[in-house]
């Protein structure tokens, strides 16, 4: 997951095997993507893009921000073979990034655990901290799960198994966490999806008048 990114975004994918008995890593070949045109067309045709991408030589030295880079064996390797790369791109109506704070008691003003958090795919994502490639927790925003404000300033999000209580600074930031994780945005874009594709089959299903010689009509 790429978060708080935009389309022009260059992606680096290197495989590597790793030899449980040495406990080394072997690289074995590289792939750099230029993103932008197929994350464009993803968004165009509403579908995932996969593609077949050839490895070849290590041109960057892939590491986690943050963190030290990763170290391989055979670095000097031509690189051979293919990967499939598959795109999910999500959109910044119904997705967002930022810092969140849980309130791990009942009290508003009690202990507080902050969160770099990322929204998508109808699911919260919650990071230690950002750059973090790993969540540690992920909340389900799907069929079953209760989003409500919570005295005015906190928002409530209920699952069959747990409760959180997540709030930011700023009514602004607020108001915006609450809307999307809510699906507001999303169902309001969907809504008016729905309403323009009905006018669109309406329009199109209208009789089409047959042709008149008459040139006064």
């Known amino acids: 997951?790429?978060?708080?990114?935009?389309?022009?975004?260059?992606?680096?994918?290197?495989?590597y095997e790793r030899d449980e008995s040495l406990l080394k890593s072997n690289f074995l070949?590289?792939?750099?993507?230029?993103?932008?045109?197929?994350?464009?067309?993803?968004?165009?045709?509403?579908?995932y893009q996969r593609y077949k991408i050839s490895l070849g030589p290590l041109k960057m030295s892939p590491h986690e921000q943050g963190k030290a880079t990763?170290?391989?064996?055979?670095?000097?390797?031509?690189?051979?073979?293919?990967?499939?790369?598959?795109?999910?791109?999500?959109?910044?109506?119904?997705?967002?990034?930022?810092?969140?704070?849980?309130?791990l008691s009942a009290l508003l003003k009690g202990a507080r655990k902050k969160w770099y958090a990322v929204l998508a795919n109808r699911q919260l994502f919650l990071f230690s901290q950002f750059g973090d490639s790993r969540p540690k927790?992920?909340?389900?925003?799907?069929?079953?799960?209760?989003?409500?404000?919570?005295?005015?300033?906190?928002?409530?999000?209920?699952?069959?198994?747990?409760?959180?209580?997540l709030t930011c600074p700023?009514?602004?930031?607020?108001?915006?966490w609450y809307t999307k994780i809510k699906g507001a945005y999303r169902e309001t874009l969907y809504e008016?999806?729905?309403?323009?594709?009905?006018?669109?089959?309406?329009?199109e299903n209208k009789e089409i008048p047959s042709n008149?010689?008459?040139p006064d009509l």
């Open 137 to 165: 927790t992920v909340i389900p925003l799907h069929h079953g799960t209760t989003v409500e404000w919570h005295e005015k300033k906190v928002i409530k999000i209920m699952t069959i198994e747990h409760t959180w209580f």
């Open 1 to 15: 997951m790429v978060y708080y990114s935009n389309s022009l975004v260059t992606l680096s994918f290197t495989v």
């Open 70 to 103: 990763f170290r391989m064996d055979k670095v000097d390797s031509p690189g051979t073979g293919k990967i499939w790369v598959e795109i999910q791109p999500f959109s910044n109506v119904d997705s967002k990034c930022g810092e969140l704070e849980e309130i």
């Open 192 to 203: 008016g999806a729905r309403e323009f594709q009905a006018q669109f089959q309406h329009s």
């Open 170 to 176: 700023g009514a602004q930031a607020r108001n915006c």
């Open 29 to 47: 070949g590289q792939a750099t993507v230029d993103a932008s045109n197929h994350l464009q067309i993803a968004f165009l045709c509403g579908k």
């Open 212 to 214: 008149n010689t008459d």
